[in-house]
């Protein structure tokens, strides 16, 4: 049959281009990939017998092997696992068939152009970085559903040819013909040291013909046949007992598993026995992973989960909620059927209780991890707090288990804070816990309704993450005490005295002409009320929630998200000890309809606009208004 030729992909052929043409420091790693490969496809093969009983016919013995033949400088990885057929091939080998191909190439174009290239070794590089070492591949695979075999053979520009051969049993041989410069692939060694060091948790065993060390004479006078010993460690990580695991492994295989090339902040590592029985290793993320974000929620995530053995889930999402969701790792259990279907998954009372616990346990450490690495713990926090946020939001059960181990920004420290720091270090205060929420925290260190909570040395939360509004309103108190916001209308850090309360009063009365006009004259439909407020240090007025009303930046957040929600009335405060609050109640006396008063009267509902990050509608007003101030100062 004669040879056909096929294209790349137009994207693949990119992708090969750059890898080939990127001096490339860690190529290296282009065995990890195919030995991981391997490893998929035998995953693959004993899944598919789990259902079709004669699959796997009397080859049940899975391995890889690595061969090397010095005299062809060829190295092969061969597996005895799924294989493909000719439609598999084209699919998966002459394309890349992966979703995030096109931000794969944007981001491998990047590191390029920055020279980065170790970031380029950090990319789940597949199949094809195999080109970076060798000057052609052949891929002879058999699928086990097949019963012919096929090479596929290419050079890596731009094309490949693809027809049918022999082949002996199930599964694929990766041929390499390495490239000049690429030699030392030949060494025994040095593949053993490869393997060694980014593949011994593979859990299939890796198999090498043992090295024999004589010269070459004493071989030919002596041939001795050579048997296969395997390299690897097979026992899972998970599987060992924690104290036969050193702390590089459980990073080395965090790496693996996460596809972070950083460490990790914490790992999980338990075997529970009881009602249902299950080991598992998990990992807390430090760094944000370029590679695999998992903050995006879109992602897939969750835990491998493994059944008697066998992988049956790359992420199985049923065993950690979505709040979790930069928590990596695997699960094992026995406590599930082999045969058990994604849908049987969805709504398992097994997975449930094992879920629960993972829960619980991965809390646990997070409250642990705080005190013992609080730099880690910062950084980590960073980069996920606002994920663990979406917990107290959706798990009404768990909210107070996951306040504690969130930390905050506030008006006292220069250094996040946990809920139980605020608490402790405000104990001879106020039973209550304060918070302002805004857009950022210069914003809402602007706001005048701080200056009663700074006189009095009073913590703020300074709450300025967007999940913040959603999950403050729905955590409502912690360990019993009330959350409250600091433009609640019942805010007051020290009662009155009764001389004050009585000065109060009658300015009150003094002022509740104007105060009603000035109601008027912005708006009964935007304002419901006017009132004063002494404690607004140097602001003219300040804008507040009527209580149990929404707030602004909730309003705008569900506006955004396409909700019809009514505009909410807000109370301007006015703050009595301010001059051109005084001023103003001069100009009322005087004459009720004074230009001036008017003019104060939206200068200062704009001011109030502004100091809570609000948007004017008209800002030419406020700017005419405030060069007139202007001109004022400068006489
Ligand atoms: P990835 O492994 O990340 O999907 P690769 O480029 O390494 O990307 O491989 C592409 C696909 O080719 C794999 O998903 C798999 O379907 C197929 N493949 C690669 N190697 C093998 C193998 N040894 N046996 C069977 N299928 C393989």
Redesign the pocket.
Known sequence: MAKKQHNFEAETGRILELLTHSIYSNKEIFLR?LVS??S??IDKARLKALTDTTFLGDDTNFEIRVEIDKEAKTLSII?N????TQE?IHK??GT???SGTKEFLEKLEKAKEGGDHNLIGQF?V???SAFMVAESIDVI?RSGLDTKAHIWSSDGKSSYELEETEKEGRG?K?LLHLSEGNHELLEDWKIRELIKKYSNYTRVPIMMLENDTRSDEEKKKEPKERSWEQVNETQPIWKKSKSSVKADEYKEFYQQVSMDFNAPLGHIHSSIEGKVSYTSLLFIPEQTNAFSDMRDPAKEYGPKLYVQSVLILDHAKELLPVWLRFVSGVVETTDLPLNISREMLQSNATLETIKKSLIKKILGELKKLRVKNPEGYKTFFENYGSILKEGVYYEHDLKQEIAEVLEFDTLLWDKKISLDEYLEAQKDKEKTIYYITGKSRAEVLASPYLAQFRENNTDVLLLTDAIDEWMIGVLDEYKTVKLKAITASDVKLKEETPEEKKKAETTEKQYKDMLELIKNTIGTEKIEKVELNPNLWDALGALKTPDGAMNPQMEKMMKAMGQAVPETKRILELNPNNKLVKAMQKEFKADIKSKKLKDLTSYAYMQAILLEGGELENIADFVGMTNKFAGEYLK
């Open positions: 990939e490969n391997a998929d496809a597996d696992g799924i294989g493909m598999e998966h080998i890349i068939a992966k789940g597949g199949f094809y695979t694929t990766i």
